[in-house]
């Protein structure tokens, strides 16, 4: 991984220097003015570039998500193939894990190839965290079946890993541990798994939402993704399961989890749903090419899914170009505004939105008490490879 980071910095040093004046700021803990909101805002930076807080392992931050209990968060840097553990109270970095493996098969830990984590999900009350494998770094185009971890909180290591289908993306289990679902992006599937003794976990069923997806050898399957199936939200007390269909115009659909068979999918969202989250009586959802957050209300749902007549009322209003990750935290919405390259704070009826500065091109968040943490993954070899960490106390 050493010689891919040399290789990578060289590719980003016109960037590294138009950004060097924004990691002065960052490093000093200087305030930094949003234009639309004019309220100063402080951050400090993680990246293989920052003096302060420098790593070198922070390649291509997918996604972060801080531990209910841990007082640490996971960041996953997809293009290292490993997890990064930090203190969210003093921003040291506790510990690398990484996925690599020997062999496809058994997936037995190794130096062979690795796998690149794209998502991750806390169960059990935060003492698992599963991670998903976008591909494995010796498949370039994503032909093959790929995997997702099972890691153990406290000691922080890989307690086994799983093979699963093609490019897994999301991932996500419901309140009681007991389910647990990873959207197949390249193949039009839902998997459906029994966590309810992790020591025993097995795959319960296979759901196919449309039909298969052919790829024509050496093409990229990220982009021949047919419904390229995205976030996915367990609905609680009920037997639903949302997944988010980000292809052909988008939508929303609904799985039986006691039958599972798929019930219906809602067509009249905003285009390209991608990040589903219940808060409250809600679904809420980002839509990527839109740039929208969008909700409907659970009792909605669930006679939608009853009654294919029947068409949910949608409140939905544009937060900014590329909606990716969305985290509904204390009464409020975070989103990553991708292409506009801000974060955007909303009221849950998307009255009172503000904006703050990201880094280029945010795509990852996730926010407690104490702190909003931002991931960078950056897009066409610019941007990227940071992660901002703001104080959620003097957010707007």
Same mark, same amino acid.
């Given at each position: 991984?050493? !010689?891919?980071?040399?290789?990578?910095?060289?590719?980003?040093?016109? +960037?590294?220097?138009?950004?060097?004046?924004?990691?002065?700021?960052?490093?000093?803990?200087?305030?930094?003015?949003?234009?639309?909101?004019?309220? /100063?805002?402080?951050?400090?930076?993680?990246?293989?570039?920052?003096? @302060?807080? /420098?790593?070198?392992?922070?390649?291509?931050?997918?996604?972060?998500?801080?531990?209910?209990?841990?007082?640490?968060?996971?960041?996953?840097?997809?293009?290292?193939?490993?997890?990064?553990?930090?203190?969210?109270?003093?921003?040291?970095?506790?510990?690398?894990?990484?996925?690599?493996?020997?062999?496809?098969?058994?997936?037995?830990?190794?130096?062979?190839? +690795?796998?690149?984590?794209?998502?991750?999900?806390? =169960?059990?009350?935060?003492?698992?965290?599963?991670?998903?494998?976008?591909?494995?770094?010796?498949?370039?185009?994503?032909?093959?079946?790929?995997?997702?971890?099972?890691?153990?909180?406290?000691?922080?290591?890989?307690?086994? %890993?799983?093979? =699963?289908?093609? !490019?897994?993306?999301?991932?996500?289990?419901?309140?009681?541990?007991?389910?647990?679902?990873?959207?197949?992006?390249?193949?039009?599937?839902?998997?459906?798994?029994?966590?309810?003794?992790?020591?025993?976990?097995?795959?319960?069923?296979?759901? %196919?939402?449309?039909?298969?997806?052919?790829?024509?050898?050496?093409?990229?399957?990220?982009?021949? #993704?047919?419904? #390229?199936?995205?976030?996915?939200?367990?609905?609680?007390?009920?037997?639903?399961?949302?997944?988010?269909?980000?292809?052909?115009?988008? $939508?929303? *659909?609904?799985?039986?989890?006691?039958?599972?068979?798929?019930?219906?999918?809602?067509?009249?969202?905003?285009?390209?749903?991608?990040?589903?989250?219940?808060?409250?009586? *809600?679904?809420?959802?980002?839509?990527?090419?839109? $740039?929208?957050?969008?909700?409907?209300?659970?009792?909605?749902?669930?006679?939608? %899914?009853?009654?294919?007549?029947?068409?949910?009322?949608?409140?939905?209003?544009?937060?900014?170009?590329?909606?990716? =990750?969305?985290?509904?935290? @204390?009464?409020?919405?975070?989103?990553?505004?991708?292409?506009?390259?801000?974060?955007?704070?909303?009221?849950?009826?998307?009255?009172?939105?503000?904006?703050?500065?990201?880094?280029?091109?945010?795509?990852?968040?996730?926010?407690?008490?104490?702190?909003? %943490?931002?991931?960078?993954?950056?897009?066409?070899?610019?941007?990227?490879?940071?992660?901002?960490?703001?104080?959620?106390? =003097?957010?707007?």
């Amino acid at each position: 991984m050493k !010689i891919a980071y040399k290789k990578l910095s060289l590719g980003l040093l016109p +960037f590294l220097f138009w950004s060097l004046p924004n990691l002065v700021l960052a490093e000093t803990s200087m305030a930094m003015i949003d234009n639309n909101s004019h309220n /100063q805002k402080n951050y400090i930076e993680i990246s293989p570039f920052s003096a @302060k807080h /420098q790593d070198e392992e922070m390649i291509s931050p997918k996604s972060v998500n801080i531990h209910p209990h841990k007082n640490k968060m996971y960041i996953n840097a997809l293009e290292a193939g490993k997890t990064l553990v930090y203190s969210n109270k003093t921003f040291e970095k506790l510990k690398t894990i990484d996925h690599s493996f020997s062999d496809h098969s058994s997936l037995k830990a190794g130096s062979r190839f +690795f796998g690149k984590p794209v998502e991750g999900w806390f =169960t059990h009350d935060g003492r698992y965290y599963w991670v998903t494998y976008y591909r494995w770094s010796d498949d370039a185009n994503a032909m093959n079946n790929s995997g997702f971890a099972l890691i153990d909180t406290d000691t922080d290591q890989i307690v086994r %890993a799983f093979p =699963t289908g093609n !490019i897994p993306k999301f991932i996500t289990a419901n309140a009681e541990s007991t389910l647990l679902s990873v959207t197949l992006w390249g193949e039009n599937k839902v998997e459906l798994y029994d966590i309810s003794d992790v020591t025993n976990t097995y795959l319960i069923s296979t759901i %196919a939402l449309g039909p298969k997806v052919y790829a024509e050898p050496g093409s990229n399957r990220d982009n021949a #993704c047919g419904m #390229c199936l995205r976030g996915t939200a367990f609905i609680p007390h009920s037997n639903l399961l949302a997944v988010a269909q980000m292809g052909s115009g988008g $939508g929303i *659909w609904l799985i039986d989890t006691n039958t599972m068979k798929v019930l219906r999918g809602l067509r009249k969202t905003p285009a390209t749903p991608r990040h589903l989250q219940v808060y409250e009586d *809600w679904l809420y959802f980002s839509a990527n090419a839109s $740039g929208t957050v969008g909700r409907i209300l659970i009792s909605d749902l669930e006679r939608a %899914a009853k009654d294919d007549k029947f068409e949910p009322l949608i409140e939905a209003k544009k937060f900014g170009e590329g909606a990716r =990750t969305i985290k509904i935290f @204390k009464n409020h919405i975070f989103a990553a505004l991708n292409h506009s390259q801000k974060v955007a704070i909303s009221n849950l009826d998307f009255t009172g939105m503000k904006t703050i500065p990201a880094p280029a091109f945010p795509v990852g968040l996730d926010v407690d008490e104490n702190i909003l %943490a931002v991931t960078s993954q950056g897009r066409g070899g610019e941007g990227g490879h940071r992660v901002w960490i703001y104080n959620y106390n =003097t957010l707007p």
